[in-house]
Nanobody, 127 residues
Framework: QVQLVESGGGLVQAGGSLRLSCAAS????????MGWFRQAPGKEREFVAAISWNSDSTYYANSVKGRFTISRDNAKNTVYLQMNSLKPEDTAVYYCAADQNGSWGLRLRTTRQYDYWGQGTQVTVSS
């Protein structure tokens, strides 16, 4: 089945930037909607950003809007999350997810919408 592998996490100081990447193994990547979620210790997984199959639409959590940017390169089977002006509250494991049905709209904010998940990459922001 589809495999997703995240990379790009690490330790940064507040105000810094990181760019996360998610590489997909499937050859049908271009038809998938893609999302990023994050989970901090003791908290439930929360929505961060999502993008439609053709990049026509993007969606962001209010907590990251204006700081994070989601994008994709279908030719490379890769989705990105550019994170700027990082805050300690952004510290979490970040997960990439794929919706094989190519959904759009607010449904992409929910974990239930996605069919495949990566193993996650740790992002730690120090103050």
């Amino acid at each position: 089945q589809v495999q997703l592998v995240e990379s790009g996490g690490g330790l940064v100081q507040a105000g810094g930037s990181l760019r996360l990447s998610c590489a997909a193994s499937g050859r049908t990547f271009s038809s998938y909607a893609m999302g990023w979620f994050r989970q901090a210790p003791g908290k439930e997984r929360e929505f961060v950003a999502a993008i439609s199959w053709n990049s026509d639409s993007t969606y962001y959590a209010n907590s990251v809007k204006g700081r994070f940017t989601i994008s994709r390169d279908n030719a490379k089977n890769t989705v990105y999350l550019q994170m700027n002006s990082l805050k300690p509250e952004d510290t979490a494991v970040y997960y990439c997810a794929a919706d094989q049905n190519g959904s759009w709209g607010l449904r992409l904010r929910t974990t239930r919408q996605y069919d495949y998940w990566g193993q996650g990459t740790q992002v730690t922001v120090s103050s």
